[in-house]
């Protein structure tokens, strides 16, 4: 079936770094592909998505390319804040059924 | 409204006592979903309704829990005698899927469940 694998973390940044949270997949058909971010205390909230193959979504500094040929969707910001810090979840969705990843903490340090 | 709601936001209630978990999702949205988050874990689909009906119950984790959609409104989640390892934050999320496909799902801000 189809199924999200995305790093495990927790991620530990300084302010400014470089993130990266590597995001595969397995789908049948054409899924939709999104990442969700969960601030402290706050419920889930889109972050950015792609529809298709060599779409790009960005969104907040953050970007992720659709990549069919490496069943990838990783996401990118070149510069974090602390207000980053959050748990981000990779997700796939095809027909009705939103498959989400187990989740990656992010923690920014000032 | 302005986005999902649940309620309550928070229930702490006692082993084998039933609760019911409420949803209102975004006005005009057809599509619901529940999902269960375990503490420091993903999110784990539970089911999902298209208008009032229910294609996709294979997430319920037992036949202590259902669900019901009425008015193609509001939701309830309903677990009976419950059980310490259903303590977990029960999230609801409605989307308006364009042409049969899923979409962007919109949140709740949960309600946590702690069975004592």
């Known amino acids: 079936g189809d199924s999200v694998t995305q790093m495990e973390g927790p991620v530990t940044l300084s302010e400014e770094a470089f993130l990266t949270i590597n995001c595969t997949y397995t789908a049948t058909g054409y899924p939709s592909l999104f990442w969700y971010v969960q601030y402290p205390g706050e419920g889930l909230q889109l972050l950015l998505k792609?529809?298709?193959?060599?779409d790009k979504g960005s969104n907040k500094g953050f970007e992720a390319t659709y990549r069919k040929e490496t069943t990838s969707f990783h996401l990118e910001k070149g510069s974090v804040q602390v207000s980053d810090s959050a748990v981000y979840f990779c997700a796939l969705a095809g027909g009705f059924k939103t498959i989400f990843g187990a989740g990656t903490r992010l923690f920014v340090k000032a | 409204g302005a986005g999902v709601s649940q309620s309550p936001s928070n229930k702490v209630t006692e082993k084998g006592k039933d609760v019911e978990l409420r949803c209102d999702p975004i006005s005009g949205h057809t599509a619901l979903y529940w999902y269960r988050q375990r503490l420091g874990q993903g999110l784990e689909f539970l089911i999902y309704f298209q208008g009032n009906s229910a294609p996709d119950k294979s997430g319920l984790p037992s036949d202590r829990f259902s669900a019901e959609r009425t008015g193609e409104s509001v939701s309830t989640l309903t677990i009976q005698r419950t059980q310490q390892e259903d303590s977990a934050v029960y999230l609801c999320?409605?989307?308006?899927?364009?042409?049969?496909?899923?979409?962007?799902?919109?949140f709740g801000p949960g309600t946590r469940l702690t069975v004592l």
């Open positions: 999320a409605s989307s308006s899927p364009r042409g049969g496909g899923a979409d962007t799902q919109y």
């Open positions: 792609a529809t298709k193959a060599d």
